[in-house]
Every structure is written in C-alpha cells, then in structure tokens.
C-alpha cells in the first residue's frame, strides 16, 4: 500500500537558517503530493502541493519539488522564522474506487516538529 | 464562511461511556472525513462518506461508528469508549478535487 517516511523530528533551528525537511513516499499509482502545516493548537492546513513529476509547489517561501526518479518531495526553505515553528506533514494523495465512487485518499507520515529560536 | 468547525473541542470521557463528535462544513463538499491523531503516527484515517447517506471504513475503524444524514454535517460516535481512543480527532472535508479542508480538532481523553 501507499506510504510516507519523514524525517525524524524535532528539528530546531536559529532564525534565518535553511530548512529541509526530508520526505520520501511509496504509491502505486501517480499520486499527488502534499506539505500540510499544523501550528500550535489549530488543524492542518495546506502549505503547498504539487500534482505530477517535476511540478514544484511553493507558498510562503517554503518549496518543494515532485521528484519522481527518487520519489521524494523534500520541504524547503531558505530563512526560516520564529513564526514556521510547527508540525510539518508530509501526504500523498492517490485516487481509491469504492462504491462506484472514486476520492483522494490521504496517507500522512508522522510529522515533524520544527522549533525556530529567535 | 467559517469552513470546518468540531464540536465539541475538549472532551474528558470515562471507559465505557459514549459520547458523538459533531463535524459541519459550510463549502457544499462532497466528502467528509475523520481522522485520528496520535503522537507519531501522522494522521489515520477512521471514516470518511463520499455523500449524503453514505459511509465506509477506513484505515482504523473498529469502536467508532459515522452518519450523515445531511450533507453539511459529519458525525463520529464512541459507543463504549477505551483509552486507546484517548486522541485528537480531525474532521476534514473536501469537493472532487484533491484538497482536504481540516478541522480544528478535538482532543479527547478516556480515563
């Protein structure tokens, strides 16, 4: 089946430094992939995305790039700040049939916590 | 537009109780969703209904049972609840396309 495999957490860093956030995955289909934010005490929300092999998602000076050769989606970003310190989620999403319906299932890795220090 | 609300968001439950976890959305999605989560193990997938009047099982299902009988709204019930369902619970929803909208959660411990 589908699977994800962050890097181990926690991560914490000095504001301004470079951030990666390794992801890998498994699919048996041509999945979509997701970065997912979730800060202290709210829900997930949609950091970046990208549909098919080589697209790069970015939002908010984060990145990452669908590599497809070394199926990965690695998280990026340059300068970080207090403010990204959370729990980044690593998901890919690929499309089940049941019922005679189809919809996007989401598999998640762990999650990994990112403390920036100022 | 208030998206995905839960209710309730903080819950204290004793083994064996029961108690229904409320998800509405105001975006006229299709599909809802709900999910488990626990320290290390991302999200998991409990329930989810790809309309009005259906339901099926997802990755963790076992102990929980899912309606919608509308479509705006989700719920997730505990009819006898046990520790290993101490969490944090997300409802999600989403249209045909691929983005889940998510929840604020509730956090809910079974003492």
């Known amino acids: 089946g589908d699977s994800v495999t962050q890097m181990e957490g926690p991560v914490t860093l000095s504001e301004e430094a470079f951030l990666t956030i390794n992801c890998t995955y498994t699919a048996t289909g041509y999945p979509s992939l997701f970065w997912y934010v979730q800060y202290p005490g709210e829900g997930l929300q949609l950091l970046l995305k990208a549909t098919k092999a080589d697209d790069k998602g970015s939002n908010k000076g984060f990145e990452a790039t669908y590599r497809k050769e070394t199926t990965s989606f690695h998280l990026e970003k340059g300068s970080v700040q207090v403010s990204d310190s959370a729990v980044y989620f690593c998901?890919?999403?690929?499309?089940?049939?049941?019922?005679?319906?189809?919809?996007?299932?989401?598999?998640f890795g762990q999650g990994t916590i990112l403390t920036v220090h100022p | 537009n208030a998206g995905v609300t839960q209710t309730p968001k903080f819950r204290v439950l004793k083994t064996g109780q029961s108690m229904t976890l409320l998800c509405a959305q105001d975006?006229?999605?299709?599909?809802m969703y709900w999910y488990r989560q626990d320290p290390g193990m991302g999200l998991r997938l409990i329930h989810y209904s790809v309309g009005e009047g259906t339901t099926a099982k997802g990755e963790v299902p076992d102990g929980y049972n899912v309606s919608r009988l509308k479509k705006q709204n989700f719920l997730l019930g505990l009819e006898s609840a046990a520790p290993s369902q101490t969490s944090v619970y997300f409802c999600?929803?989403?249209?045909?396309?691929?983005?889940?909208?998510f929840g604020p959660g509730t956090r809910l411990t079974v003492t």
């Open positions: 998901a890919l999403s690929d499309k089940v049939w049941a019922g005679g319906t189809s919809y996007g299932k989401l598999t």
């Open positions: 999600a929803s989403s249209s045909r396309q691929e983005r889940q909208y």
């Open positions: 975006m006229n999605h299709e599909y």
